[in-house]
């Protein structure tokens, strides 16, 4: 399952390749949808390549469920943060919202925290508690030769 917020801005390019290397055929997409290319990326390649070749701004959830259990809950933003995404977990229930009011005056005892831009955080349930692991996809690099001010 998963819930997207944003643009994919080259899901068409990840489209063609999906069907010029088979990874699925016309008939399992049913849109020209970013969300559902980004799926198809999820399903076939996984949360790492996805988030080398997927460009936009971008938030997601994907939650993945196996023999009716859940199995873990990943979450990711893009590089530069343009969408927001935060959580929360209190009483062993996974909250998640785009926007930091969705957290109601019931909630304010909870510690909300962000997914951070540039990365994926995994949530997985062992023994009844939540797991959090949390990566980078994304390090941009500053050339030494700049020193931080405006020049011509």
């Known amino acids: 399952h998963l819930v997207h917020n944003g643009e994919v801005y080259n899901h068409r390019e990840l489209r063609e390749r999906i069907l010029a290397e088979k990874w699925c055929s016309c008939a399992d997409f049913e849109t020209g949808s970013d969300s559902e290319v980004l799926l198809a990326c999820l399903a076939y390649k996984g949360v790492n390549w996805t988030l080398e070749h997927v460009r936009g701004m971008f938030a997601f959830v994907l939650v993945e469920i196996q023999r009716n259990s859940l199995v873990k809950i990943i979450m990711s933003r893009d590089p530069f943060g343009i969408k927001p995404l935060c959580y929360a977990i209190s009483q062993g229930n996974v909250i998640i919202s785009s926007e930091i009011s ?33 990566k980078s996809y994304f390090d941009p690099i500053i050339s030494s030769s700049m020193s931080g001010e405006y020049g011509d």
């Open 102 to 134: 969705a957290f109601t005056e019931d909630m304010l005892c909870l510690a909300v925290s962000d997914v951070l831009p540039s990365r994926s955080m995994e949530l997985s349930l062992v023994a009844g508690e939540w797991v959090l692991r949390e």
